[in-house]
């Protein structure tokens, strides 16, 4: 059914925070999410010319980069995009075939193979590029928050996470319950002041980014000292020898 | 974004065949029309023509079009099965009308009503095509106020000059036939003007900064897409119209939608009941689909989709 799950207080809303803050733009978070899914609910994600000049495939979550701002205040910014898992996603009410569904449970959206008809509407909904179409299958694929990852009990319960954030070096992926106030996602939101992308747009995207913090520039404010101290004549604990010397050469 | 032809014959053909069974049903009910059961085969007979194979050559694009059938299950949420049920429901009245009309010679009372049927299910049709695209807010030159008259308005148009000429072929056409041709193209003309007008000047409340939220920092640009070749999205949404085109495809629409087939709509009844009015006015439907296939071409290739502002577009 492509009708959205009745909104519920308190309902658990499964996503994603992304810390601009930390990204180092070393893309291994899309990596290994083609690796995991590759093999997973959605497999295979196809890769067509893969070793030639034109190489194309589908990834469900792509690394941009942006340079924000002018002249010393500009930042460089990586830029992780996945689905965001929105709270009234059209590209789930415009599926003609109930392909495409959100869960009421967690709030993930996914797509079924089985009864996508591949009409790509769905693509042209989402305003974040998270649906690629798989032209070998002819079906739609997208971001599952690897929901054969999260409640798969052969994994340890540390490794019941997205693909993107267990691989992270950086700790910048962070994944929980956004539904809840008290999670530790939703706690770090708060902190930070994350926020969602294109607003406007009134997907209400479950997923949040943390801005990148203020850039350092006062002298000292990073805890090292403002500047090394400078170098003066040689002072009296000096030994005789390198007092003459520094005496001769200071001529 | 990309234009897939599949979906620019449908739009056009299925438009075209939807406007033609509206005005012929219309006309039947006002008895503007010969009542001959041939009649009904020079006007049904094409526009169902136009409508199935529009809908056929709407399912190519599709990745699996033999599941085809299960767009129509979704009608609480989504237009495109809407337009699916609209499309196969319309055909019962359609059914009705034209076996009872064709066979039978049978146009007046119920059948004229099955008619009108018909001809009620053909705007709700065009109208849900329309909301497809209206219902975008992905894409700014579709969503707005003038994507569902223009598409009613195309419709209306093409279908009414493939009324006039069947009734300039037939021999004796009512001048209302010719009348309503002109005007109908002469309103498209105007609803196409006022659409490319709002796209012109009107500007998405999305850019680079709502897209990533790091507008506070000031202008954002892309230093490093995501891989080095083209994607998917940017395959299908990124489609990229050099101006200069635009604004000459947008001439030969003037032109050929409108322009040539208003002109040869105005001549035909000078010569009515000769040959050479009914060649004009088959000339003007020859240029006012020719003209709907490229308006539909530049209604998607002008279209700027909001993923794009992810890849390098300053806007949407």
């Known amino acids: 059914m492509t009708s959205l799950p009745a909104p519920v207080a308190g309902a658990k809303k499964l996503g994603l925070v992304i810390d601009l803050d930390t990204c180092v733009g070393c893309h291994a ?10 093999g997973g609910h959605s497999a295979p994600l196809p890769d067509f010319d893969p070793y030639g000049a034109n190489v194309s495939g589908v990834w469900f979550n792509r690394i941009h980069t942006f340079e924000a701002g002018e002249g010393p205040d500009s930042r460089t910014v990586h830029f992780p995009k996945s689905c965001l898992h929105c709270e009234t996603p059209a590209c789930v009410t415009v599926c003609p075939t109930g392909a495409s569904y959100k869960r009421a449970e967690d709030g993930i959206v996914l797509v079924n193979a089985d009864t996508c008809i591949g ?9 974040y590029g998270a649906r690629e179409f798989d032209a070998d299958e002819g079906v739609m694929k997208k971001c599952t928050l690897c929901i054969d990852r999260i409640y798969n009990e052969n994994l340890d319960e540390a490794d019941r996470v997205p693909a993107c954030v267990s691989t992270c070096p950086a700790s910048a992926r962070h994944f929980g319950d956004l539904g809840d106030p008290n999670s530790d996602v939703s706690k770090l939101v708060e902190e930070r002041g994350g926020y969602a992308l294109m607003p406007e ?12 913090r203020p850039a350092k520039t006062a002298p000292g404010c990073t805890g090292a000292s403002a500047a090394l101290e400078r170098p003066t004549a040689a002072g009296d604990g000096t030994h005789p020898l390198l007092r003459w010397m520094d005496r001769l050469l200071s001529r | 974004m990309n234009p897939a032809f599949s979906v620019i014959f449908f739009t056009t053909a299925s438009g075209a065949g939807y406007g033609l069974l509206f005005l012929t049903a219309i006309a039947n009910a006002l008895g503007f029309i010969p009542s001959s059961g041939w009649f009904a085969v020079m006007t049904l007979g094409p526009a169902t023509a136009l409508i199935v194979s529009g809908l056929l050559a709407s399912t190519f694009h599709l990745g699996h079009p033999e599941r085809a059938w299960r767009a129509l299950s979704q009608w609480r949420s989504s237009w495109l099965s809407r337009e699916g049920i609209a499309a196969v429901l319309t055909f019962v009245p359609l059914a009705i009308f034209g076996v009872a009309w064709a066979f039978f010679g049978r146009t007046q009372g119920w059948y004229a009503i099955a008619g009108l049927a018909a001809a009620a299910g053909a705007v709700v049709t065009v109208f849900t095509t329309a909301m497809i695209y209206r219902s975008l807010r992905t894409i700014r030159r579709w969503h707005n106020r003038w994507v569902v008259p223009n598409y009613l308005a195309h419709a209306l148009s093409t279908g009414a000059v493939l009324l006039h000429a069947a009734a300039q072929a037939w021999g004796e056409p009512q001048a209302v036939v010719a009348v309503v041709a002109f005007a109908a193209v002469a309103f498209a003309a105007y609803v196409k003007d006022r ?3 709002f796209i012109d000047t009107t500007k998405s409340g999305s850019t680079p900064e709502t897209a990533t939220g790091l ?14 070749t083209e994607n998917y999205l940017q395959q299908e949404m990124g489609y990229k119209l050099a101006r200069k085109h635009s604004e000459k495809l947008r001439t030969m629409v003037r032109w050929f939608a409108f322009g040539f087939p208003a002109a040869f709509t105005a001549t035909a009844p000078v010569f009515a009941g000769s040959l050479l009015g009914a060649a004009l006015s088959l000339l003007a439907v020859i240029f006012a689909i020719g003209g709907t296939l490229i308006e539909r071409w530049l209604f998607f290739a002008e279209a700027k989709h909001a993923v794009t502002l992810y890849y390098g577009a300053r806007e949407a």
């Open chain 1, 201 to 212: 747009m009134e997907y209400a995207p479950v997923n949040r980014y943390l801005p990148p």
């Open chain 1, 29 to 38: 978070c899309a990596v290994n999410c083609k690796e995991w899914n590759t």
């Open chain 1, 119 to 127: 009409c790509k509407l769905c693509s042209w909904a989402c305003p």
């Open chain 2, 195 to 197: 659409y490319w007008k």
């Open chain 2, 215 to 228: 507008g506070a920092r000031g202008k954002v640009r892309l230093l490093d897409p995501p891989h080095a």
